[in-house]
């Protein structure tokens, strides 16, 4: 059972967001980091925000 989402630093690159969030939904984390950027160039770098607000929130 999952307790909740928690950054995975060990996995991750930048801050453990993307694996984290793999870990959470059971998704690739290739995956992840791939609907980041294009996220991020679709929306005019907003999820960069995002990002940073859950890496600094987060656990």
């Given amino acids: 059972m999952n307790n909740g989402f928690r ?3 060990d996995r991750g690159k930048l801050m453990g967001v993307s694996a984290g969030m793999a870990d959470y939904f ?3 984390v290739t995956l992840i980091r791939v609907g980041w950027v294009v996220g ?3 929306g ?3 999820l960069i ?3 940073l607000a859950i890496g ?3 656990d």
């Fill in 49 to 51: 925000l995002i990002y």
């Fill in 44 to 46: 005019f770098g907003s």
């Fill in 7 to 9: 950054l995975n630093k």
């Fill in 40 to 42: 991020t160039l679709l």
């Fill in 56 to 58: 600094l929130i987060a």
């Fill in 26 to 28: 059971g998704w690739d």
